[in-house]
């Protein structure tokens, strides 16, 4: 039987109710609602959510009514903060298990179809693409090349970056492709590798988007209505269809004034300062998919694909439980190597402030704690296949934030783990940003 991860009230949540720094509510499900179960290591079947508000014996075989996920169940929002969007819980069985139904979603604008691009939008000038450097040998945690491209967003931007804040802040490293099992750690719940996945080399951050990055990009006067990115623009150049949608346009803030009072969606955990200020290396929070997918395009890059993010955080085929785990299922974590609600729970941090202990593999910083990040797919279980070079570009409800951030607990920050979150929707609590990837050449 699949051990059961429940979705609960994050320790945000929680400080309005019971406390900030106990232990953890379970959040009941809704009677008669369903959800995905793994009867067994190979056959999946579905169990039903009961008077009493727990989930009862996986039946092998049955179909899950409405969504695989089940109903709504309802997560408490802190009393001034905006309506919660449904937020999913971590997925269990290499994709297939796992996903909690966390809150009622919110209106935010009409979601449209992510697989067509569409005339339309202003043409704006992003960055340049470069080859990068060449591969060579990349050590436990290193990395085999930088991009040689020129990002908008650091031009004229001073290296701030990384431990001791002396690092270029759009640094981008090589991820050589490769194929692994997609949210698939060999550590339980995670019970099978269900969903291999093939990706080519392409680059990615090596920090999350700051504040004083986004910055460039607001005084540009982008990522509005007035200055949305050109149709086709961030597109991931072997997947048919994943470029910008002008029919997002109208997703995006009407105006400059509007996208800086979104970016203050908490006041007690928003990065995002009108002046230039302290905040300039810590990650840029409160952002909604359409504003992070512009940004990228605009910088040159585009959002990483689910396959390709996982891949990275993974360590490709050593399966790692977090991104720095060596052996790869070593469950050692503390402060050291990341930004999360391990001692302090208190905000984020600079980004690369854990580096190099709690890098990735390829160089990475921060792919566990600090912020959420987005990524292209919408969310979905079970994980469409085949998966070579695949984002999953169907409408739904909910996309793909992976990642863990500064308020979530250790489970939330494996590499195997993901959440399905509203694209519209600003996260009340500060919680989610994003970072770039690039396609290689």
Not at 146 to 169: I, K, M, N
Not at 380 to 404: K, Q, W
Not at 411 to 419: D, Q, T
């Amino acid at each position: 039987m699949l051990t059961r991860l429940w979705i609960v009230l994050s320790c945000l949540s929680l400080a309005f109710f019971v406390g900030c720094g106990g232990g953890s509510s379970a959040a009941k499900c809704v009677a008669g609602a369903t959800e995905v179960c793994a009867c067994t290591a190979s056959q999946q079947g579905v169990q039903t959510c009961n008077s009493a508000g727990a989930f009862g014996t996986c039946v092998c075989g049955a179909t899950p009514t409405a969504d695989a996920g089940g109903g709504d169940s309802a997560v408490a929002s802190p009393p001034d903060a905006p309506a919660v969007g449904g937020i999913d819980g971590p997925v269990g069985t290499g994709g297939v298990g796992g996903r909690e139904a966390g809150g009622t979603t919110s209106a935010g604008g009409t979601t449209t179809s992510g697989g067509t691009t569409s005339a339309g939008g202003t043409t704006t000038t992003g960055g340049t693409i470069a080859s990068g450097g060449s591969s060579g040998s990349s050590g436990a945690n290193g990395n085999g090349g930088t991009w040689g491209g020129t990002a908008p967003s650091c031009s004229g931007l001073a290296a701030t970056c990384g431990p001791l804040g002396t690092d270029d802040c759009c640094k981008s490293l090589l991820v050589p492709g490769g194929t692994f099992d997609r949210s698939y750690d060999g550590v339980a719940p995670y019970t099978g590798p269900n969903y291999p996945a093939t990706v080519s080399d392409f680059y990615l951050d090596k920090y999350e988007i700051t504040v004083g990055r986004f910055r460039q990009f607001v005084n540009a006067g982008m990522g509005t209505q007035v200055g949305p990115p050109a149709a086709g623009a961030g597109a991931h150049m072997g997947i048919t269809g994943s470029g910008w949608n002008s029919t997002w346009n109208t997703n995006l803030a009407a105006t400059t004034a509007a996208l800086t009072s979104n970016l203050k969606c908490y006041t007690g955990y928003q990065t995002w300062t009108d002046t230039a200020g302290s905040n300039e290396s810590k990650p840029v929070d409160c952002l909604d998919w359409y504003t992070a997918f512009a940004f990228c395009a605009w910088d040159g890059g585009r959002l990483a694909t689910d396959a390709e993010w996982n891949y990275a955080a993974s360590g490709g085929s050593e399966q790692r439980y977090y991104p720095w785990s060596s052996p790869a299922t070593s469950t050692t974590i503390d402060d050291s190597y990341a930004v999360y609600c391990g001692g302090s729970c208190s905000s984020t941090q600079n980004v690369g402030t854990k580096s190099p202990k709690g890098d990735g593999k390829w160089g990475q910083s921060d792919m566990a704690g600090n912020v959420w990040e987005w990524t292209l797919d919408w969310y979905a279980i079970p994980y469409p296949m085949p998966c070579n070079n695949c984002a999953d570009l169907t409408d739904a409800s909910r996309r793909v934030i992976r990642g863990g951030s500064f308020r979530e607990d250790a489970s939330y920050l494996r590499s195997a783990g993901s959440l399905g979150n509203n694209p519209e929707y600003l996260d009340y609590s500060g919680l989610v940003g994003s970072r770039c990837a690039k396609t290689s050449l």
